[in-house]
């Protein structure tokens, strides 16, 4: 069964700072890698998809890249802003059509 | 504007009593799924449907049912063998296109809550 594991579970920086958050998971045979953001008491906003055959993804200052083989993602978050504060989860999605989540990292971005 | 609703956004519900969430989307998405989110935890798959008058279990489906009469719509219902529903339920929506799959998107979520 797969498992999704992020890791820290939370992390508070000063504003400016590049970060790097980290998603594992157990089941190499995926198809899909999504990254969200959830604010407090919200759903999830869609950040980016990697198909399983792409490498990274951009979108303005975030990027997602992807290691099947090893089982592991990495968001970059360039000159983080008090506004990127927010509950950030990656899910893999497997043959079933099914997603599976990772309990999210909870970010804290400092004025 | 496209999106998914879910209301209502506040639930009470209680000993015994069954209740609905709604989940209705515009964007013309042939699956839609419902989840469940406990507090400091990653969400988990109650059901899921990718087509009309059809769904299929996921991984906490006791004490849940859902129907999908139509396209645009997928009522959650929590049952009483449902013995802890308090949590937050979180509706989503896909395209079916392709091997690899399109992203989901959510709505705004209803927080269920005992009395």
């Known amino acids: 069964k797969q498992e999704v594991t992020q890791i820290p579970a939370a992390l508070s920086v000063p504003e400016g700072e590049n970060l790097v958050l980290n998603c594992s998971f157990t089941?190499?045979?995926?198809?899909?890698l999504q990254w969200f953001r959830q604010d407090p008491g919200k759903g999830l906003t869609s950040l980016l998809l990697?198909?399983?055959?792409?490498r990274e993804q951009t979108s303005g200052r975030l990027n997602a890249s992807l290691d099947k083989s090893s089982g592991r993602s990495t968001l970059y978050i360039a000159a983080s802003q008090p506004g990127d504060s927010a509950t950030y989860l990656c899910?893999?999605?497997?043959?079933?059509?099914?997603?599976?989540f990772g309990s999210g990292t909870q970010l804290t971005v400092l004025p | 504007d496209g999106g998914i609703t879910q209301s209502p956004k506040y639930l009470f519900r209680k000993e015994g009593q069954n209740v609905t969430l709604s989940c209705e989307q515009n964007?013309?998405?042939?699956?839609m799924y419902w989840y469940r989110q406990d507090p400091g935890q990653g969400l988990r798959l109650i059901y899921y449907?990718?087509?009309?008058?059809?769904?299929q279990k996921g991984d906490i489906a006791e004490g849940y049912s859902v129907s999908r009469e139509k396209k645009e719509s997928f009522p959650l219902t929590v049952t009483s063998a449902q013995k802890n529903p308090t949590a937050f339920y979180l509706c989503?929506?896909?395209?079916?296109?392709?091997?690899?799959?399109?992203?989901?998107?959510f709505g705004d979520g209803t927080r269920l809550s005992i009395l």
């Open positions: 989503a929506s896909s395209l079916i296109r392709g091997p690899d799959g399109q992203p989901q998107h």
């Open positions: 089941d190499s045979a995926i198809y899909n």
């Open positions: 990697i198909q399983s055959s792409q």
């Open positions: 899910a893999v999605r497997g043959s079933a059509r099914q997603l599976t």
């Open positions: 964007l013309n998405h042939d699956a």
């Open positions: 449907s990718q087509i009309v008058n059809d769904f």
